[in-house]
């Protein structure tokens, strides 16, 4: 029987190793998210100091919600966009090196990890930001009890409308980032 060489047409089957574990590594995702939080505080910490955010997070004091501004939010969606590379590269690079599976499988994996750190991040980072609102609104209530002219009345719902559009913009960028940042920290951890 002679064996005919292969030619470029033909495909050979790869071989698949399946295994009964998790492709998910939550040590990873969580430890891309903490960073991804921490660089979150630290910018709008920063912003703040520099007045670049629409609200003091440490002043209890009662701020109007048409003092956001586009500098503001600009400022948000940068804070957003760096913290999402981060926590997104931090959980492609931690990961554990899969041995005997795919490249594109491996490239769904890291970039699954960077969005399942972002949307980790975002989750604990929304949690906070309602909790400190919750104090400021709070405080806010027992500071005044004037009425609120149809003028302020809206031009704090087109401060809102402004603050939601960016933020929701943000957030999909995000997500997008940190799934190109985990497969970016995938891809040098792999070449090491």
């Known amino acids: 029987m002679a064996v005919r060489p292969k030619t470029e047409a033909e495909s050979v089957p790869e071989q698949s190793v399946e295994s009964s574990a998790s492709g998910v590594e ?8 903490l960073a991804a939080v921490g660089v979150s505080i630290i910018l709008f910490t920063l912003g703040s100091g520099l007045g670049l955010s629409g609200a003091n997070p440490w002043s209890f004091v009662p701020q109007a919600v048409a003092t956001f501004t586009i500098g503001a939010g600009i400022w948000l969606i940068v804070m957003q966009w760096l913290s999402s590379a981060l926590g997104g590269y931090l959980a492609g690079r931690l990961r554990k090196k899969w041995v005997g599976v795919r490249t594109d499988e491996v490239f769904f994996r890291d970039t699954a990890h960077g969005l399942l750190a972002w949307a980790l991040a975002t989750a604990i980072v929304a949690v906070l930001f309602t909790l400190g609102s919750a104090a400021v609104v709070s405080s806010a209530a027992v500071a005044t009890d004037a009425q609120v002219s149809a003028e302020a009345a ?3 719902r087109k401060a809102a409308a402004s603050f939601s559009t960016l933020t929701s913009l943000s957030l999909i960028i995000g997500a997008f980032i940190g799934c190109v940042s985990g497969a970016l920290g995938g891809y ?3 070449e090491s």
Do not use: F, N, P
Request: charged fraction near 20%; aromatic fraction near 8%.
């Open 188 to 190: 040098h951890r792999d």
């Open 26 to 33: 939550w040590a990873a995702i969580t430890a891309g998210a």
């Open 154 to 156: 809206e031009q704090a």
